[in-house]
Structure formats: structure tokens, C-alpha cells
């Protein structure tokens, strides 16, 4: 994964509970780096490690972890250079979930290496949503979960998102259901 990855963890991590609680956790993980360098790529099993090891230093199951850090990530990507990919991917729930596939595509022009997941919008009739998501990387559904959270709340709606089908041998993707509400 890029280093923009870890490096919102980390800012996560700090913001939350301090840095000394970040240090505590990256000693944990086995992890030496402490700065990530955002345009990097650092091997998959250190953002693992790292999200282990604060499940465990936070008491906190790895599920609801990775949720908060989707959430989180919509937040930190607001922040960066790269909001505009997320201001004019739409102003719906589903209009963005549907592009997010094209700003991935966007992004691995700055990002030559992404490896990033794949969403289809299989139904969107405006009150739900049926999304696959298909990824190499594994047990990140919960991380998707908050990311839509996190849009929702960009967006001032309310959603409640919910995993109905799991990536099989029969079938690639994960699915999701995303009901969406007024706030």
C-alpha cells in the first residue's frame, strides 16, 4: 500500500489517543518506519501489522478499528491534494459509489502502482444501494464500510450499510447494501 495509508493510520492513532499510544503501537506491530512517505509503497503486511497491533493496544476489535479508520480516511483524503477527486465525484450516494472506480482510475496516474479495489453499482433505486466490491486484499470490508460512512457524511445523509454477501468461489466480490436517509 502507499504510504498515504499508514501515514492516516498513524494520524488517526495520534489524534485520537496521543502519540505515545501510536509509539506503542508501531513498537508492537514491529514496524521501525514512523514517517511514512505518502507517494511510497510499503508491503501490504505493515498497514496489517499496524491495524493488529492497535486493535490490541486499543482493546478494540480489528472490525470495528478498520470501520473507524474508513471513516476517518474520507476525512484525511478531504484534506489532501486530492478533495477535488472526491468534490466532483458526485453529489449522491450513489453518483459516488459509482465513481469510484474512475477516481482510482485518476489517482494511478499519481500513484503508478495502486492496486486499489473495484466497485459496481449493481442497483440504486435512491433509497438503496447494492455495491460490489472486489478486492485482492482481504478482510478489508469493514475499512469499506466506514469509507461509505464517511461519504455519507460528506454528503450530510444518513446510511446504514450492511454486508449481505460474502466473495466466494463463485463469486469475486463482496456485496454490500447501502440504505440511504435523510439526516
Not at 507517494?39 to 478499528?65: F, K, R
Request: glycine residues 6%; hydrophobic residues 40%; negative net charge.
Amino acid at each position: 500500500m502507499y504510504g498515504m495509508v499508514n501515514r492516516a493510520l498513524k494520524d488517526l492513532i495520534s489524534e485520537r489517543f496521543g502519540e505515545a499510544t501510536w509509539q506503542e503501537i508501531r513498537t508492537k506491530a514491529g514496524v521501525e518506519v514512523d514517517e511514512f512517505t505518502s507517494m511510497s509503497t510499503y508491503d501490504d503486511a505493515i498497514t496489517y501489522d499496524l491495524a493488529g497491533a492497535a486493535s490490541e493496544v486499543l482493546e478494540t476489535p480489528i472490525e470495528d478499528l478498520l470501520r473507524v479508520f474508513g471513516q476517518y480516511w474520507v476525512e484525511f483524503a478531504g484534506k489532501s491534494s486530492y478533495a477535488i477527486l472526491l468534490e466532483q465525484a458526485g453529489t449522491t450516494m450513489g453518483e459516488v459509489l459509482g465513481a469510484l472506480d474512475d477516481m482510482h482510475t485518476r489517482l494511478a496516474l499519481s500513484f503508478p502502482e495502486l492496486r486499489p479495489p473495484s466497485f459496481r453499482v449493481l442497483s440504486d433505486d435512491g433509497e438503496t444501494i447494492m455495491l460490489n466490491y472486489e478486492s485482492f486484499r482481504p478482510a478489508l470490508v469493514p475499512f469499506v464500510c466506514g469509507l461509505i460512512e464517511g461519504v455519507a457524511d460528506r454528503l450530510d445523509v444518513r446510511v446504514t450499510v450492511t454486508h449481505v454477501e460474502a466473495k466466494n468461489e463463485d463469486n469475486p466480490a463482496d456485496v454490500l447494501r447501502v440504505q440511504v436517509s435523510s439526516k
